[in-house]
């Protein structure tokens, strides 16, 4: 699969490239139905028309409060044609996430869909009204349509306006803003370029050996960039045809993977097994799915003997809009085994002195440093100088080591981020929740090595002295204030006797770490299905 040119790396060219490809072949399905390629495009242009008449200017920013469904695809793509700059938002946040999020990046017009599940976004909403908002509009889920969006009679100017927007777009142009956590208590504006999202989906198309004849159901989530990148852009490239949950139910999932005849599934680890541990398992033939790392627990369910295909040789990162450096899906497995892949064209890496700053000679670890095209702006409302270096690279606080061959090999974060179930979490965040319940003199939330979660996120907590913490009142505390994905999966109170400090009594983030793992297998603790200890 080749790259387009330079000029087509927007989102209103990737939106009429994969139309003219795809066609009357189906391009999202979801629970409540399905979309072609050509609706997709004609549906996206009329809400583009509808968002124009309603007031969008261009480099406004158009927030995306939706579910994995059709609906999001028209929406994004829509705010892109509109000359916005579409901003999606988690639907895991909470109602004061969300708040701080929409005000952050300055959001003016509002597309979302009123209720997901147990959540009631529209009461949210009129309990807590965003500041700044011009407008809102709702998804109309009988028609699949945005209701309070009304066409004015001068419908014909807005699709000319379109028109002259969308073809005004420029790889440069700013794309949109997505929010990922980092190392400071609130979320970090990620502000890519347009190319960015364009890029990564054509060469994760290629990458994956995806064509027109697959079909693709994930679980990953659109607000982050793999969801766009790696499920619905990667799709769409190829032409395929890509199934969507709201939510993710193992059952339905395993489901939908038999009934549709799935060849790629996108899922994080532990999603993956709890499909294969379902009670259901057994009565699902997945021997369609051809695209699943050999690694995975579905993989002995789809009957597969060899390890012939896995994306794992990889590195990436949201401020990358993904993959940085790769192999491809189908190299030998024993290459895929031995590193992280090699830098995709146009993509630099250095290994940096994390103290120095000087360069490291190959083999030596150090902190891994990227630069190239499909690298952010920046983040929003941050100088660049905090950003980038003076020759534009951005240090990632990853630590790794480039070998002799160029290829890369990651070898963990060196920022204390927490990868949780695919999700990057702030301990600074979680922390800072658990800081305002009384009782609590100290925390500090790290991850802990977990088979299926990759880490699992243990908050630490030292209590004043004399005090005793109420455990049921810190975790209702902590359920309000966090995502159910920044929740911690254990708490565990710690002495002030037991906890290392730094010379400037700080508590030492690696020892804690180390105690809490103790203390999780000298008491066989179970987190999420894996009992420490054994």
């Known amino acids: 699969m080749t790259e387009p040119g330079p000029d087509r790396l927007t989102l209103p060219a990737f939106l009429e490239d994969v139309v003219a490809q795809g066609g009357s072949h189906a391009a999202v399905v979801g629970e409540r139905g399905a979309l072609t390629y ?3 495009g004609a549906h996206a242009h009329r809400l583009a028309s509808d ?22 695809a028209v929406a994004f793509f829509a705010a892109a044609l509109a000359g916005a700059v579409p901003v999606p938002i988690s639907t895991f946040a909470t109602p004061e996430e969300r708040a701080w999020v929409l005000a952050h990046a300055d959001v003016r017009w509002l597309l979302m869909q009123r209720r997901l599940a147990a959540r009631d976004f529209a009461a949210e909403l009129d309990a807590a009204p965003a500041p700044g908002l011009a407008g809102i509009a709702c998804l109309d889920e009988a028609r699949g349509a945005f209701a309070e969006i009304r066409r004015p009679a001068d419908t014909p100017d807005a699709v000319r306006v379109v028109g002259a927007r969308a073809s005004a777009a420029l790889p440069e142009s700013d794309g949109l803003l997505i929010y990922t956590s980092g190392t400071t208590e ?6 890519h370029r347009q190319r960015a999202p364009v890029l990564q989906s054509w060469r994760f198309a290629a990458l994956m050996g995806l064509d027109a004849n697959d079909r693709v159901f994930t679980a990953q989530p659109f607000f982050w960039t793999a969801g766009i990148a790696m499920s619905l852009g990667a799709t769409l490239a190829a032409g395929a045809t890509l199934w969507v949950r709201e939510t993710f139910e193992p059952d339905d999932a395993l489901a939908t993977i038999a009934r549709e005849r799935i060849t790629t599934v996108h899922a994080w ?3 993956e097994k709890a499909m294969a541990e379902h009670a259901s398992a057994g009565e699902h033939d997945l021997t369609c799915v051809t695209h699943v790392e050999f690694g995975s627990p579905l993989a002995k369910l789809a009957g597969l003997e060899e390890d012939r295909w896995g994306i794992h040789a990889s590195y990436g990162l949201s401020e990358t809009f993904t993959l940085v450096t790769a192999l491809a899906a189908d190299a030998p497995a024993e290459a895929r085994r031995a590193c992280h892949g090699v830098p995709l064209p146009g993509n630099e ?9 000087g360069p490291c000679p190959p083999g030596t ?4 440093a990227v630069r190239g095209p499909t690298l952010m702006r920046g983040y929003w409302k941050v100088p660049d100088a905090n950003v980038f270096d003076d020759e534009g690279f951005f240090r990632t606080g990853d630590s790794g080591t480039l070998d002799d061959a160029g290829q890369l090999h990651w070898a963990g974060r060196l920022s204390g981020i927490v990868k949780t179930g695919g999700a ?12 305002r319940e009384p009782g609590v003199a100290a925390s500090v939330a790290v991850g802990v090595p977990h088979p299926t979660l990759g880490e ?3 908050l630490c907590v030292v209590p004043v002295e004399g005090a005793q913490i109420d455990l049921q009142a810190l975790a209702g505390r902590l359920a309000t204030a966090l995502s159910a994905y920044k929740r911690p999966r254990h708490v565990m109170v710690l002495d002030a006797a037991d906890v290392p400090r730094t010379g400037t009594q700080k508590l030492r983030a690696d020892a804690v770490r180390d105690l809490a793992r103790e203390r999780l297998e000298s008491g066989s603790v179970v987190i999420a299905g894996h009992v420490y200890g054994t």
Not at 186 to 191: A, N
Not at 349 to 357: N, Y
Not at 424 to 435: F, R
């Open 186 to 191: 609130r979320p970090k504006g990620v502000l």
């Open 38 to 40: 050509t609706e997709l």
């Open 269 to 271: 680890p532990h999603q």
């Open 456 to 458: 699992a996120l243990v």
């Open 424 to 435: 990057n979490v702030s301990p600074l965040e979680v922390e800072g929740a658990a800081a």
């Open 365 to 368: 670890s150090g902190e891994i």
């Open 51 to 72: 968002l124009v008449a309603w007031g969008v200017a261009p480099g406004d920013r158009v927030a995306l409060l939706l579910a994995n469904r059709p609906e999001w």
């Open 349 to 357: 890496v250095r290994i940096l002195d994390p103290e120095t700053g």
